[in-house]
């Protein structure tokens, strides 16, 4: 059983663990100084250890710390998914294209023959925003663009009409 003196001399912090706060993890000092462990409090006004931690530290302040350390932890986990994301090429850096991002495009362009027509279809969208495409009069070649089957055919024929 923890004292208030101990807690006093030897208390770190102390936060909610769970979504619904029900436990308080309470990070300590060991008696030696050396160490610290964690021990784990019901959030319940009636428990002894509850009493003794709230005499040190007040509920508001371990809300607040709560906050702050799940917001710290997002913080973290948001930096280490997008440095995961820029090593796997799947975020461009400083506005550099990943050299994986060529493999890929090769591969669909010339070797994956694409039977998914929304691919297709959202190809040719973005391509007649180009102001080259939109605005050309050459309407040929656009029926062309519109009728083209692979996404091979769809570029070649939007490179027929950029030139």
């Known amino acids: 059983m923890l004292t208030e003196e101990y807690l006093k001399d030897n208390l770190i912090t102390a936060y909610f663990i769970d979504v619904k706060k029900e436990n308080i993890e309470m990070v ?4 030696d100084q050396k160490n610290t462990y964690v021990e784990v409090t ?3 006004e009636n428990n002894e250890q509850y009493k003794i931690l709230t005499k040190i530290i007040s ?11 799940i917001k710290e932890e997002r913080r973290l ?9 820029k090593k796997e090429g799947l975020i461009l850096e400083n506005n550099k ?21 929304e691919e297709l279809f959202t190809l040719k969208i973005a391509l007649f925003e180009l102001d080259k495409i939109k605005n050309s009069k050459n309407t040929e070649l ?11 055919d769809t570029l070649s024929v939007a490179f027929e009409l950029t030139k």
């Open 59 to 69: 509920l508001d302040q371990i809300h607040e710390i709560t906050y702050k350390r």
């Open 97 to 117: 294209i990943d050299t994986k991002f060529f493999n890929l495009l090769v591969k669909i362009i010339f070797e994956e023959k694409s039977e998914d027509k």
């Open 77 to 85: 986990f948001e930096k280490q998914m997008i440095d995961i994301a």
């Open 42 to 44: 019901p959030f319940d």
């Open 142 to 152: 656009k029926t062309k663009l519109r009728k083209a089957q692979t996404i091979y």
């Open 28 to 31: 300590l000092k060991s008696e």
